[in-house]
């Protein structure tokens, strides 16, 4: 079966620090992955998606960046965190590029609060 | 281009009571539609799918949805509240091979 797996659950990170949060996927080859960051009261906004190794799309500019190493991981990096980088980040895969019926799974997601 | 617009921020409704949480969408091309589930920090669980059968689809934990083309309308529904329905509820549009476009969430409040 199709599973994913976010983390870490909960990170508090100092301001000017690095970040990496890490998202794989199993029982699926050559997924659509993304990254979004979740603001309470403004729905899921995209930050990165990717349709195979190497390729990210970058939805808004920002402090983030993020990477995709191998078929089946995804990246969400920062060299120096923000303040306004706090939040819930929410890792999600679809299926194969073309199966554009097929709904997205979602991550346990990530709260980040920058201190 | 594609878009989503839930209409209420937040639905208070009394345990027992009928459920509707509404979602309309724009699309350049015949969409995909889902409404997802979700609990205080937790991922998004998908609830149902409408992917061009039937119009009304039925998901888990007894939630309906009705896909209407002419109204460019997918509202959520579910005709008995349980306590443990209280969540954030979110209407996706994908459509043709795009991303995926989220509403900006519907808070389901329950009373007993």
């Known amino acids: 079966s199709q599973t994913i797996h976010q983390w870490p659950a909960t990170l508090v990170q100092p301001v000017g620090s690095p970040l990496s949060l890490e998202c794989t996927v199993e029982?699926?080859?050559?997924?659509?992955l993304y990254w979004y960051r979740q603001a309470a009261g403004r729905g899921l906004q995209l930050l990165f998606y990717s349709v195979g190794i190497g390729q990210i799309s970058s939805e808004v500019p920002q402090n983030l960046s993020a990477s995709r190493p191998q078929d089946r991981q995804f990246i969400l990096s920062s060299k120096k965190l923000l303040l306004s980088d706090s939040g819930f980040y929410l890792c999600?895969?679809?299926?194969?590029?073309?199966?554009?019926?097929?709904?997205?799974?979602f991550g346990q997601g990530t709260r980040l609060t920058v201190v | 281009a594609q878009s989503v617009t839930q209409l209420d921020s937040h639905v208070s409704v009394s345990e027992g009571t009928p459920v509707l949480l509404r979602c309309n969408y724009s699309?350049?091309?015949?969409?995909?539609l889902f409404w997802y589930v979700q609990h205080p920090n937790k991922g998004l669980q998908l609830l149902l799918k409408?992917?061009?059968?039937?119009?009304l689809v039925k998901g888990i934990n007894g939630f309906e949805a009705e896909f209407k083309k002419s109204e460019t309308s997918f509202h959520l529904t579910k005709p008995s509240a349980h306590m443990s329905d209280a969540a954030e509820y979110f209407c996706?549009?994908?459509?043709?091979?795009?991303?995926?476009?989220f509403g900006k969430g519907t808070m389901l409040l329950v009373s007993p």
């Open positions: 699309s350049s091309y015949s969409p995909s």
């Open positions: 996706v549009v994908r459509g043709g091979y795009s991303t995926l476009t």
């Open positions: 409408y992917t061009s059968a039937a119009t």
């Open positions: 029982g699926t080859s050559n997924p659509n």
């Open positions: 999600a895969f679809t299926g194969r590029q073309g199966a554009r019926n097929t709904e997205a799974f």
